[in-house]
C-alpha cells in the first residue's frame, strides 16, 4: 500500500460524519470547529497534514532501519544470479530486476554544498533542478525571500563514493524572476546554453528564459552556461536571444538538424517556434493553454501538453496555417497535462495530468497502454524523469513523495518521504541518473528539498 496515501484510517473503522473527526486511538468522535479559528487545533486540514506527517515519520523510520519491503515477492540478488546462470532470466530482464533491487536498497545522504561565496550556498530553498545530458552540471532555480529566484550550477564533477561534495556557482545578476520550466539547449556545443520561459516580477529585469502568466507578460531569453563560471569573471557572454512574450507556461529546445537552433515556447492558445540565429517566428493557435513541450530528434515535430487534457504534434516545417489542420497525432487526458516524456525510439509517448494520471500512449495507435498509478498531483507543474535504460520512472508528488515505478509493467517500486514536513513550498526536485558526475559517476537519485541536497545511492 502506497504510505502516503489520502484515505484515511477513519473510513475503514468509522463512518464519517459532517462536522466530526474519528480519531482511531481514542475510538470516539470530535466535532470540528469553524476553519477561520486560526488557534483551532481540530480542523479538517489540520488533521490531515498530521495524519500525513505521522506516516512520512513512520516511513523515514523504517528506512532509516532498512525495514525496506521487497518489491517483488521472491526478489534477492541470489535468486537473479541463480537463475541468470540457469538461462531462465535473459541479460536484458536480468540487469532490469537488478536495477530495481538497487533502487529498493538506496540510502540517503546529505551532500555538502561548497559555493566561491561562502554566503550564498544553503541560503536559498531549491526548487527546480535540472541535470545536462551527460549528468555533469546540474542547472538550479532557488527561491529568495524577497520574492523571484536566483539561478546557479551544480558541478558534480567531486560527487564521489566516499566524499559528497559538490561546487555550486552563482550568478547573482540574474534574479527576481519565477520560473516553473527549464531545459537545456545546445547552440554552439552539447548543453552550451540554459532555456527557460518565466512570468514577470514586480522587481527589476531578468535576461532569462522563464515561465509567465496571463495577467503579466514574459520574457524568452537564452543564457550562455559559462556564465555561471568561477574562472574570468570579467568576461562575461552575452544574451544570444531575448524577446518579449506573453503568457509562456513551457519551452523546448529541438537537436534535430532540420529545424537547427530553433526552440519553442507554449503561451496560452498558442505556441511560438524561433530561430534564435535568423530571427524567424512561427505562430501555431491552439485552443488551450500548452503547458508541456518536447521536441523529437528523428524528426522536426513538436509535441504539446495543454491544460484541457489535449496532446498534440506539429511538424515545424511546415507553414502557419489558420485553424487547427496542422495537429497530426493528437492524444485527451481528462485533466490538464503537465509533463511529456518522449521514448528514446519515439514510437510512445508518456505524460501525466493535474489528476495524478501518468499514462504511456502508443503513437502509431494512439491508444493507452499502460499506466503508472500512486502519483499525487492537483495542479502543480510536476516534470516526469524517465530512464530507460534502468527501466525506471521518477515523480514528486504533490504530497512531496518520490515514488519510482518499473516501466515495463508499472510496477511501483518505492515510495519515499521526504526528509522535510510537507508542504506546498517544501515539493522536492529530483535527478536520477547511473552516472551523476559523467561516465565515471556515481549512480543514484538527487533530491532537492528546502535549502539542503541529498543523494540516494546504490550500487
Not at 503513437?363 to 534502468?390: M, S
Request: glycine share 6%; hydrophobic share 35%.
Amino acid at each position: 500500500e502506497d504510505p502516503s496515501s489520502s484515505s484515511s484510517t477513519q473510513n475503514s473503522v468509522a463512518p464519517e460524519l459532517p462536522g466530526f473527526y474519528y480519531d482511531p486511538e481514542k475510538n470516539r468522535y470530535f466535532r470540528l470547529l469553524p476553519g477561520h479559528n486560526n488557534h483551532n487545533p481540530l480542523t479538517k486540514d489540520s488533521i490531515q497534514h498530521k495524519v500525513m506527517e505521522c506516516k512520512r515519520l513512520r516511513l523515514l523510520g523504517e528506512e532509516e532501519k532498512q525495514n525496506q519491503k521487497i518489491t517483488r515477492a521472491g526478489l534477492n540478488s541470489s535468486v537473479l544470479l541463480q537463475k541468470r546462470h540457469l538461462g531462465l532470466l535473459s541479460s536484458t530482464s536480468y540487469c532490469r530486476l537488478v536495477h530495481e533491487l538497487k533502487v529498493n536498497c538506496m540510502q540517503r545522504r546529505k551532500i555538502e554544498i561548497h559555493s566561491p561565496d561562502s554566503s550564498v550556498a544553503g541560503t536559498n530553498n531549491f526548487k527546480i533542478i535540472v541535470a545536462d545530458v551527460a549528468c555533469e552540471r546540474i542547472f538550479t532555480v532557488n527561491d529568495v525571500e524577497h520574492g523571484g529566484c536566483k539561478y546557479g550550477i551544480i558541478n558534480l564533477s567531486g560527487l564521489g563514493k566516499e566524499s559528497l561534495t559538490v561546487e555550486m556557482y552563482d550568478n547573482l545578476y540574474f534574479t527576481n524572476r519565477k520560473v516553473n520550466s527549464v531545459c537545456w539547449a545546445s547552440l554552439t556545443h552539447p548543453d552550451s546554453h540554459v532555456l527557460y520561459p518565466f512570468k514577470k516580477a514586480k522587481l527589476s529585469f531578468s535576461k532569462l528564459c522563464l515561465m509567465g502568466i496571463a495577467e503579466t507578460p514574459g520574457c524568452a531569453s537564452l543564457l550562455p552556461a559559462s556564465l555561471f563560471s568561477s574562472t574570468n569573471p570579467g568576461d562575461r557572454p552575452g544574451m544570444l536571444c531575448s524577446f518579449k512574450i506573453s503568457t509562456a507556461w513551457s519551452c523546448a529546445w529541438c537537436l534535430n538538424p532540420q529545424a537547427d537552433n530553433c526552440f519553442s515556447t507554449g503561451l496560452t492558445r498558442r505556441v511560438l517556434v524561433t530561430n534564435v540565429v535568423t530571427g524567424h517566428r512561427q505562430t501555431f493557435g491552439t485552443s488551450s493553454d500548452v503547458l508541456a513541450q518536447q521536441f523529437a530528434t528523428q524528426t522536426p515535430v513538436l509535441y504539446n501538453g495543454c491544460r484541457s487534457g489535449e496532446i498534440f504534434s506539429i511538424d515545424v516545417r511546415q507553414r502557419n496555417r489558420k485553424g487547427q489542420s496542422w495537429k497530426a497525432i493528437r492524444l485527451f487526458h481528462g485533466s490538464a497535462v503537465t509533463s511529456i516524456h518522449l521514448m528514446e525510439a519515439e514510437h510512445y509517448l508518456m505524460a501525466a495530468d493535474m489528476a495524478g494520471k501518468i499514462k504511456l500512449w502508443d503513437l502509431r495507435t494512439t491508444k493507452c497502454v499502460k499506466q503508472y498509478k500512486g502519483h499525487h498531483n492537483e495542479y502543480a507543474l510536476l516534470p516526469l524523469h524517465v530512464n530507460e535504460e534502468e527501466g525506471l520512472l521518477t515523480a514528486v508528488g504533490q504530497d512531496c513523495y518520490t515514488r519510482i515505478w518499473s516501466l515495463q509493467d508499472a510496477h511501483l517500486l518505492r515510495t519515499i518521504p521526504s526528509p522535510h514536513p510537507s508542504s506546498k513550498d517544501a515539493i522536492p526536485s529530483v535527478v536520477f541518473s547511473s552516472r551523476l558526475g559523467g561516465s565515471r559517476g556515481v549512480p543514484g537519485l538527487l533530491m532537492a528539498v528546502k535549502q539542503d541536497l541529498y543523494h540516494f545511492s546504490y550500487n
